[in-house]
């Protein structure tokens, strides 16, 4: 039997098991049915944490139809919360495919102490990093779907396009989703956002993520929103993101780096034997 946490940032949630003692047998068709919400346990990730011996843990961070991430903000958090509850430290400092995330906990003010905050890195702004298909301005894609037309893109080490909208009420954002998600202009697909800026420091957002369909909150989603809309001249560099599960808070730093914080919990823990599901 395999242990399991299943945890959440602002309801993006997440299945997260530890391979660092040993290699767990865990293929892409086996991640997929356990990521399942009627027929598994269900989560918008998939998260396994690995031996990593230059930084606290390596994630590997995998889609509910098996597909590996590069990226994925909340599930950084709550990652951190767990290796901070191990060591007692309020730093660390967790390793993905695309690069060393450190994270750190906000214990002053508001927050709480389930308030952490990841430095996700600088955003990849290049045609080739985002990646689109051919060369072009990432600022504006050719992209007009109707409703929403000429969205930005970036890369927060998975790729996103982020469509700026006047009003999210009464737009059917969960039909253009998938449709934007799988535009040729995108051939490694993309994380889909609905932006409505309300205020220079005040964006409201919903996300159509890459292999997972509508969620409560992204958090590069997030950030890629912030990044999105200053390039734009529609945000300063620092804003509350309003996500369907709740708020996050996002600043593009001077040097580059996007920091984001927000709240972590826990739902419950639990035990799934790995022969009872498809190889």
Do not use: Y
Request: overall charge negative; glycine content about 10%.
């Amino acid at each position: 039997m395999i242990p399991f946490r299943k945890m959440h940032g602002l309801g993006n949630d997440f299945v997260i098991v530890d391979a660092r003692p040993a290699p767990l047998p865990l293929t892409p068709a086996r991640i997929a049915a356990l990521s399942d919400r009627h027929h598994g346990i269900g989560c918008d990730q998939f998260i396994t944490l690995e031996p990593e011996a230059e930084a606290d843990v390596f994630m590997r961070i995998h889609n509910p139809d098996g597909s590996e991430a590069g990226a994925c903000g909340n599930a950084t958090r709550c990652v951190a919360h767990l290796l901070m509850a191990e060591t007692g430290r309020d730093a660390v400092v967790v390793r993905t495919i695309r690069g060393d995330l450190p994270c750190e906990r906000l214990a002053d003010g508001p927050h709480g102490t389930n308030w952490i905050r990841a430095d996700m890195g600088p955003p990849m702004l290049g045609w080739r990093e985002v990646p689109l298909a051919e060369a072009m301005e990432t600022l504006h894609l050719p992209i007009d779907l109707g409703p929403v037309s000429d969205p930005a893109a970036c890369s927060m080490g998975n790729p996103h396009a982020t469509f700026f909208v006047e009003a999210l009420d009464g737009l059917d954002w969960r039909a253009l989703g998938p449709v934007a998600e799988h535009h040729a202009l995108l051939p490694e697909r993309a994380n889909i956002g609905f932006a409505e800026v309300l205020a220079p420091d005040h964006i409201r957002v919903a996300i159509w993520e890459r292999g997972a369909g509508p969620t409560l909150a992204c958090g590069s989603g997030a950030c890629a929103t912030l990044v999105n809309a200053h390039r734009r001249g529609l945000a300063g560099r620092r804003a509350r993101i309003d996500l369907p599960g709740g708020a996050l808070e996002v600043e593009w730093r001077l040097d580059g780096h996007v920091l984001m914080a927000g709240p972590v919990a826990t739902a419950f823990l639990g035990r799934f034997d790995p022969a009872a599901w498809p190889e």
